[in-house]
C-alpha cells in the first residue's frame, strides 16, 4: 500500500515537514505496537491488521528533508558524507561530483586511465554503506529546532541538520533502505541536461567559457581549452557537440515520431524546429525519451564512445523501470551504473555531474 502526502501551502515546509508527519508516525507506532481491527469487504469480515513503513520515496531535496541530512554543499552524498569527493569550480562557481571510478571493481580498466579524467590513476575503494544504527546513533543527540525564523548552524562539521522523525518508529534503524529516489525526478534531470548539450540550448547546456576555464585550471582535456586570437576568444568542438545539420536532424527524428494514444504528449509539438530546441517537457514526457527514444535518435549523430554512453544510459533507465527485475542482476545493474558514471565523467563537461542524479 502507497501513502501520498501532500502539504498546501506558497512554501514548502523544509525541516519543518515533521510537524506534518507527527500524526502519521503516531498511527504507524500503532499499527506496529498494537493492532486495529479492520473490515475485509470482500470476506465480509474483521481481522486485526498490523503494518509498518518499509520506505520512503522522494526526490533528492526531499530526501534531505526527511533525512535530516544536508544534500547541500560540498558533503551532499548521503552514502559518502565525509568522503564525499568533490571539485569547487572557480570560474562555473559550483560544486561538482567526481571520481566515480572508485565504485568500480578494483581491477577494473577504467582505474588505470588518466587523462581521461583527473589526470591520476585510481586506487580507493567504495566507501562502506552506513546502518541505519549508525545513523541514529550519530544524530540521536541532535537537538532539532523547527520554525523558519530560527537561526542555522552553518558550521562545515554539520552535515546532519536533525534527527529525522521516523527515529521514532521502533524498527526504522534496523531497516537497511530507509529512503529511496524517485526515478522520474531523476530521469527529468537528466534528459534535459543531455539534450539541452547536445542542442546547446542556452540556459540549459552546461558548456561554456567558464566550463572550458575550468578544465584549464585543472590540467585535463587540453583539447578543449578556450583559443584566443587577440580579438575573439573560440571554444575548440566537444565530441558530443552536434553541427546546425545533425541538430536538424535530431529534431525531425522526434517530430515524425508516432505513438499510441495516451502513449506520451504530442512529441511533435514540444519540438520548436526554427529555434532547434524543446520546449514544455514533462516528466513522463522525459521518462519517453529516455527509455524509448533517445537511443534512437542519436544512433547516426555522435562518434561511438559518446553514443554508446547516453544509449547505455537509456538502458539502464530501462532496466530499472521494468516491471519485471531480477533480483540476481541488481549487483549487475550497480556495477553497470558506476561504469556508465564513468563514462559521462570522461566525455560531458564538469557541470553536469551536478545534476545527473539530483
Not at 15 to 24: A, C, E, G
Not at 56 to 75: E, M, Q
Not at 210 to 223: E, F, K, P, V, Y
Request: with cysteine.
Amino acid at each position: 500500500m502507497m501513502l501520498s502526502m501532500k502539504i498546501s501551502g506558497p512554501r514548502q515546509p523544509g525541516n519543518d515537514i515533521d510537524v506534518y508527519l507527527s500524526p502519521l508516525i503516531e498511527d504507524l507506532r500503532k499499527l506496529w505496537d498494537e493492532w486495529v481491527l479492520v473490515f475485509d469487504a470482500f470476506r465480509k469480515e474483521t481481522f486485526e491488521m498490523r503494518a509498518m513503513l518499509f520506505c520512503t520515496i522522494n526526490d533528492f531535496p526531499a530526501y534531505g528533508n526527511l533525512s535530516g541530512y544536508s544534500v547541500k554543499g560540498h558533503h551532499a552524498c548521503p552514502i559518502c558524507e565525509d568522503n564525499t569527493n568533490y571539485i569547487q569550480l572557480k570560474h562555473g562557481r559550483k560544486t561538482v561530483y567526481s571520481r566515480h571510478r572508485h565504485f568500480l571493481t578494483p581491477n577494473h580498466p577504467y582505474r588505470r586511465l588518466k587523462k581521461d579524467f583527473n589526470g591520476s590513476q585510481e586506487h580507493d575503494i567504495a566507501p562502506i554503506l552506513l546502518t541505519g544504527e549508525q545513523v541514529y546513533q550519530w544524530v540521536q543527540h541532535l537537538n532539532t529546532v523547527f520554525g523558519k525564523a530560527q537561526k542555522k548552524d552553518r558550521s562545515k562539521t554539520c552535515i546532519w541538520k536533525k534527527r529525522s522523525i521516523f527515529f521514532d518508529l521502533p524498527y526504522w534503524s534496523d531497516l537497511d533502505v530507509r529512503h529511496c529516489i524517485d526515478v522520474m525526478h531523476v530521469e527529468k534531470n537528466v534528459c534535459d541536461s543531455v539534450i539541452g548539450m547536445l542542442l546547446n540550448i542556452q540556459g540549459k547546456t552546461k558548456d561554456g567559457l567558464n566550463t572550458r576555464q575550468d578544465l584549464a585550471d585543472m590540467g585535463i582535456r587540453s583539447q578543449l581549452y578556450p583559443r584566443s586570437d587577440g580579438k575573439k576568444i573560440y571554444l575548440p568542438l566537444a565530441c558530443y557537440t552536434l553541427s546546425k545539420k545533425e541538430k536538424i536532424s535530431f529534431c525531425q527524428c522526434l517530430r515524425r515520431v508516432k505513438v499510441p494514444q495516451g502513449y506520451s504528449s504530442n512529441i511533435k509539438s514540444l519540438v520548436q524546429l526554427n529555434k532547434l530546441k524543446f520546449v514544455g517537457l514533462k516528466s513522463h514526457d522525459c521518462h519517453v525519451l529516455m527509455q524509448q527514444l533517445l537511443a534512437m535518435d542519436i544512433r547516426d549523430i555522435l562518434p561511438n564512445k559518446v553514443r554508446l554512453a547516453i544509449t547505455r544510459l537509456c538502458f539502464f533507465f530501462h532496466a530499472i523501470c521494468s516491471k519485471v527485475v531480477d533480483p540476481v542482476k541488481f549487483d549487475e545493474l550497480e556495477n553497470e551504473a558506476a561504469i556508465i558514471l564513468c563514462q559521462l565523467e570522461m566525455f560531458f563537461p564538469l557541470l553536469s555531474l551536478t545534476l545527473w542524479f539530483t
